[in-house]
Structures are given as C-alpha cells and as structure tokens.
C-alpha cells in the first residue's frame, strides 16, 4: 500500500507512522506527505525521513477545488491508495472525497460524535465528561462525521488539566493510527454503508 499524509501541524502521528513503516509493522509505504503550512515541524520531519514533500498555499487558488485538483494529480502520479489525514485542519471538497471513498481515513481527538470540530480536547473537559479518547474514521466531506473504524476511551481524572489530558490523548493516538492504517493495508477493515467491521488476523 502507498499512503500520503496530509498533515500541518507538530506531526506526531506522521511521526508514529513513518516510525512502525521503518519497523515493519506498518504494512504500507508512506510516498508523499502533503501540507499547507511550509514551516510546520511536520515538513521538517519528513524532509530528515527523505520523503517528498507536496507544499500549496490555499490563498494563491481561487477555491478548494482547484488547489485539490493539483494535489489529486500528485497522488496519482505517485499511485497513491490510502490518504491519512493527520492534523490537516481543512475540509475536503468532493474533488478529493470522491475518488478516495473509502480510501481515507483522519484521527480525531474525541470519541466521536462527541466534539467535533477544532480543540476536542479542551470541548470534552469544559463539557465535564468523564471518559474522552480518540476516534479513527473514513471522511465523507463533513467535518469529522464519517464512519467510524476504531475507538480508544480515556478515563479523564479528577482534576486534570489539559496539557496532561492532550498528552495522553497523543500517546492513545500514536498507538491506534499505526494500528488502523495497517489493518487497512491487510484487507481487514470492511465498510458497507455506515457499519465499519474490522476482521480478525487470520
Ligand atoms: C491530533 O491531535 C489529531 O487528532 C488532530 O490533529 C492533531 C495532530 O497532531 N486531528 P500531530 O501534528 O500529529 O502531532
């Protein structure tokens, strides 16, 4: 399988990816990593790593959908048959949707539905929830509303404070995204309609 990360931010979890494809355990090949945000630790991480590097600036295009016709353009050039969505913080249009149906999956800092959208993380502790967690799903188009593959729950402790939270919430992540992404790769994660079932090792 040959995977982009789109990704603009510290990239931990492009981190924790590129670290289980060097082990072997990720099943899948990371051949491009694509960012809005040139001088984000992410770009920095890839370029040590060798990998390509796709950079656009969403304000010299007109709309979404023509800086995502470039980028669907680089992705089939490179064969591309999985997207990971890793703290990419932009809705995609159906230019992109469409054709990786199935075929992209993003992590979210909550167990969604629960706080969707920008600072999950700082929503569920001003909310009072007692438990949170990390949701991998397939993207439909909607802000964090697609199938749901794979769930980890955390007990938020009395009295936590966010920094701890968030670096709990990151550790949880770094664990499942690997995880999801080669299950993928394996063939195991099956989707029809709605309803995401993931098979057993054989
Ligand atoms: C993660 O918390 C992820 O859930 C969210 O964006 C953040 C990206 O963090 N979608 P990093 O750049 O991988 O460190």
Redesign the pocket.
């Known amino acids: 399988y040959r995977i982009a990360v789109f ?10 990816l590129l670290d289980a494809q060097r082990k072997g355990s990720l099943q899948a090949e990371i051949v491009l990593l694509v960012s809005d945000k040139p001088n ?3 770009v920095e991480r890839a370029r040590n790593a060798g990998i390509e590097v796709f950079l656009f600036q969403p304000k010299d295009y007109n709309q979404r959908e023509d800086y995502e016709r470039e980028i669907l353009s680089q992705l089939e050039a490179r064969g591309v048959d999985l997207i990971v ?5 932009r809705l995609l249009t159906s230019v992109l949707v469409a054709p990786y149906s199935g075929r992209m999956i ?4 909550s167990l969604l539905p629960a706080f969707a959208g920008k600072n ?2 700082g929503q569920a502790l001003e909310y009072g929830v007692k438990v949170t967690g ?1 949701t991998v799903h397939f993207v439909d188009g909607g802000m964090d509303t697609g199938p749901v593959i794979a769930q980890t729950a955390l007990d938020i402790q009395p009295g936590e404070e966010e920094a701890a939270l ?1 670096e709990r ?2 550790a949880a ?1 770094q664990q499942l995204y690997p995880a999801v992404v080669s299950w993928f790769a394996q063939g195991r994660i099956i989707l029809e309609g709605r309803q995401v079932t993931v098979l057993p090792l054989r």
């Open positions: 990704a603009s931010g510290t990239g931990s979890n492009f981190q924790a984000a630790p992410v969505l890793a703290g990419y913080m993003n992590i979210h800092p999950a993380i990390v968030t919430i990151h992540e």
